[in-house]
Structures are given as structure tokens and as C-alpha cells.
């Protein structure tokens, strides 16, 4: 079993459109959680991390449910721009130095 | 802007020859990766190492090695290169946020084809 699972998608939505994307997480011991963004043939950046009582950033709200191991990541008024591969990130900690785990990344395409 | 640089961006290179592929950053940080990704794929983690003198294995078997001389260098180095090493290869490191976060920076790929 993988250690982070995501829908590949893709997601195709207009312009406006409020959309959404989950991942589980197979190790209930994980401790941090990420959304990184990949453009085409770009490297992975940063997003935005994921707390416990979820939080904000501008148009995107990121959520974790630790019970269930799933972690989400809401796009609201969708812009053209944000079309992208998203990527959820988890990191153990079963050591003091801490391991990241990718998931498979959910594709986003925004049409005019 | 991350300060993480990789070279070359593209390599072409026939089967059986050795090539290291560079990754240098400039921001201190002691946590540096190597990740592969085939297109549509997540990333694979190939190298890791936490500090000078210190490299570990990841999860995939790449044929590769590394070496951790200076804190900014992490070079990766494939003695005998084939085809099923085509990938695109990714350098990053990692700067501690506050609590248990991490950041990954990365750097803007190699793409390399073996042919």
C-alpha cells in the first residue's frame, strides 16, 4: 500500500469554478502535511501546509481529518493560472530526522 | 526564489557512459534529496543526506551514488548509464519551519535520456 494515495484526476473546470482534492495517508503516525503545486515540466513548490484545525490562504483552504487520514485542499473561484498538478505531502517522523512521502499528484486543468 | 541550482537541464547521452548530474544550493541547509519522476508519476526518492559525510538510500534502486563533500554539493553519479535510467531527476533540500515542518526547495530538474 502506498504511503499517500490521490485521485490522478484529471480535473477539468471553467473558470470560477470551486473544486476540490483529497488524499489519505496509510501511516497514522505522520505528523506534518503539505499541498506542493507542479506546473508542466516544472519542479514542485510549495503550496501551502496543512494544520490540524485547518486553515487558509487566500482562495485555497486546506483541511486534515487525523481520524481518518485524509487531508483535503479546496479551490474556490478558480483561476486559469491555477491550473497545475497538485501534489499532497506527508512527513514522518519515525526517526528525529523525518521522511517525506509524495502522492501520485491530482491534475488541474481551468478553462476559460 | 529558491537559491537550488542544477546542471546540465537537458542530457542525451548513449548507454554505458558515466555521468554526474550537479545540484548546488546556497541557503545552509544540511537535508538535501535526490528524487526521479517519470512523467504523470509521483516523485521517487533515489539519495537523501542530512549533513556533510552523511547519504542514504531511498526507496527506489536507481544504480546511482552520491557524495556529500561541502554542505552546498550534492552530486549524483551513475557509472554506467541505460535506458531504463531516462527520468527526470530532482534535487532539493529542506529548511526546518517552525514545530515539525519542513520546506523542500527544488531545483529545476535534469531531464535526462539515455539512449
Known amino acids: 500500500r502506498k504511503e499517500v494515495e490521490q485521485d490522478p484526476g484529471p480535473f477539468n473546470v471553467p473558470e470560477g469554478a470551486t473544486v476540490a482534492f483529497n488524499c489519505t495517508y496509510s501511516?497514522?503516525?505522520?505528523?506534518?502535511f503539505f499541498w506542493y503545486r507542479q506546473d508542466c515540466r516544472k519542479e514542485p513548490k510549495l503550496l501551502m501546509s496543512?494544520?490540524?484545525s485547518g486553515n487558509e490562504d487566500g482562495r485555497f483552504t486546506a483541511q486534515l481529518n487525523r481520524a481518518s487520514q485524509y487531508i483535503s485542499l479546496l479551490i474556490r473561484d478558480s483561476k486559469l493560472s491555477d491550473s497545475a498538478t497538485y501534489l499532497c505531502?506527508?512527513?514522518?517522523?519515525?526517526?528525529?530526522?523525518?521522511?517525506?512521502?509524495f502522492g501520485r499528484g491530482t491534475q488541474l486543468t481551468v478553462w476559460p | 526564489e529558491a537559491d537550488i541550482y542544477q546542471t546540465p537541464r537537458y542530457l542525451v547521452i548513449g548507454t554505458g557512459k558515466k555521468i554526474t548530474l550537479e545540484c548546488s544550493q546556497t541557503?545552509?541547509?544540511?537535508?538535501m534529496y535526490w528524487y526521479q519522476q517519470d512523467p504523470g508519476m509521483e516523485l521517487h526518492l533515489i539519495h537523501y543526506?542530512?549533513?556533510?559525510?552523511?547519504?542514504e538510500k531511498g526507496d527506489l534502486s536507481s544504480e546511482s551514488t552520491v557524495s556529500r563533500i561541502r554542505t552546498e554539493h550534492f552530486p549524483l553519479t551513475l557509472e554506467s548509464a541505460r535506458p531504463s535510467h531516462t527520468s527526470q531527476y530532482l534535487c532539493?533540500?529542506?529548511?526546518?519551519?517552525?514545530?515539525?515542518?519542513?520546506?523542500?526547495?527544488f531545483g529545476s530538474g535534469t531531464q535526462l535520456s539515455v539512449l
Open positions: 501511516n497514522s503516525a505522520s505528523q506534518s
Open positions: 496543512v494544520y490540524s
Open positions: 543526506s542530512y549533513g556533510v559525510n552523511s547519504t
Open positions: 541557503m545552509g541547509h544540511d537535508k
Open positions: 505531502v506527508v512527513l514522518d517522523r519515525g526517526s528525529t530526522l523525518g521522511r517525506l512521502y
Open positions: 532539493a533540500s529542506s529548511e526546518r519551519l517552525q514545530g515539525t515542518n519542513e520546506k523542500l526547495f
